[in-house]
C-alpha cells in the first residue's frame, strides 16, 4: 500500500498532464472545426459550390508550429516536457510558441490532484473533473476568440443534472431551478441593456453557461457566482484598459469569469456557500 501510494499521486498528475495536452487542441481546433462548418452551411443555403478543404478535425492532421506548420516530433510533443526541453520555441523555425500549452497542461495536473485530495478515486470525482476540464476549455476559448460554443456548454449543462441525479438526487429539483434561473437571469439581463442601450452586453453562450453551472452548483449558488464573476471581470477590466489605453471600448469576454467562479463553486462550494448563508442570515 505504502509503494501504491507513493506512485499514485505522480501517475495522477501525469494523467491530468495528458488530458490538458489533449485540452489544448480542442482549444485551438474546435473554434476552427465550427467556423468551417458554418462557412460550408452558409455556401449551402446560398446555392454555392462547397469549397475542397483538407481534413481538419480533433485528430488530423497532427500537431503543427503555427507559424511554419512542421509537424512536430512525438517528443517535443510531451506534456509540459516537451515545451520546457524547447524552450517554447519550435524546432525547426525557432518561433515562439504560445505558454497557454504548458499552462493549460499544468492546469489539467493541477486540478487532477485537487479533486482527487477532495473526492478520492470515485466515479464522482471523474464527474467534477471532467466539468471542470470543460470549464477551462469554455474560458480559453472564449477569451481567444469570444465564442462559448454549444457543443461544450449544452453537454455541461446536460451532464450536470445527470450528475445530480445520480449522485444527489435530493438536490437534483434545486439543480433544475438552478439551470433555469441561470439561464433567464442573463437573458433578462442581455434585453434589459440592448433595450436601454441599444447594445449588446454579452452573448447568448452566457446565458448556457451559468445555466450549466446552476445545474451543477444549484440556484443558491448562483448570486454568488455572478458576484464573483462580475467582480472579477470589472477588476481586470479596469486594470486592463488602465495598463493599454488604446483598449479602452473593446469588449471583454465574460465566460472566462463564469468559469473562474464556477471552479472555486465546485471546488469549496460549500465552505463558500456556508460562510455566504451565515452573512445574509
Known amino acids: 500500500m505504502q509503494h501504491f501510494s507513493t506512485i499514485f499521486w505522480p501517475l495522477i498528475f501525469l494523467l491530468g498532464l495528458c488530458l490538458g495536452s489533449f485540452l489544448n487542441v480542442v482549444i485551438t481546433r474546435l473554434p476552427v472545426i465550427l467556423m468551417r462548418q458554418w462557412r460550408q452551411e452558409a455556401r449551402a443555403q446560398l446555392a454555392l459550390t462547397e469549397e475542397p478543404s483538407p481534413r481538419f478535425n480533433l485528430a488530423q492532421p497532427r500537431s503543427m508550429c503555427p507559424r511554419c506548420e512542421y509537424s512536430i516530433a512525438w517528443h517535443d510533443n510531451l506534456p509540459l516536457i516537451g515545451w520546457l526541453k524547447r524552450r517554447g520555441r519550435c524546432a525547426h523555425c525557432n518561433a515562439r510558441i504560445s505558454l497557454q500549452y504548458p499552462l493549460i497542461e499544468l ?16 466515479w ?8 471542470c476540464l470543460t470549464l477551462l476549455a469554455l474560458a480559453v476559448i472564449d477569451w481567444r476568440v469570444q465564442l462559448l460554443p454549444d457543443i461544450l456548454t449544452l453537454p455541461l449543462l446536460w451532464a450536470g443534472l445527470i450528475y445530480q441525479w445520480l449522485f444527489q438526487p435530493a438536490f437534483l429539483a434545486d439543480a433544475v431551478i438552478g439551470a433555469v434561473v441561470g439561464y433567464m437571469s442573463l437573458w433578462s439581463f442581455y434585453w434589459l441593456f440592448k433595450l436601454t442601450t441599444g447594445k449588446e452586453g454579452m452573448g447568448f453562450g ?10 451543477w452548483l444549484g440556484w443558491l449558488s448562483l448570486p454568488l457566482v455572478v ?35 464556477g471552479w472555486m463553486m465546485l471546488l469549496a462550494g460549500n465552505d463558500i456557500l456556508a460562510v455566504y448563508l451565515n452573512i445574509v442570515s
Open 124 to 131: 464522482q470525482a471523474l464527474w467534477l473533473y471532467g466539468a
Open 206 to 215: 452566457d446565458f448556457k453557461l451559468l445555466a450549466a453551472l446552476g445545474a
Open 227 to 261: 458576484l464573483f464573476s462580475a467582480g472579477l471581470g470589472a477588476i481586470l477590466g479596469l486594470a486592463y484598459q488602465a495598463s493599454s489605453p488604446q483598449a479602452r471600448g473593446t469588449p471583454m469576454p465574460f465566460g472566462p469569469f463564469l468559469a473562474l467562479a
Open 107 to 122: 492546469a489539467g495536473g493541477i486540478l487532477a490532484i485537487s479533486i482527487a485530495l477532495l473526492y478520492g478515486i470515485s
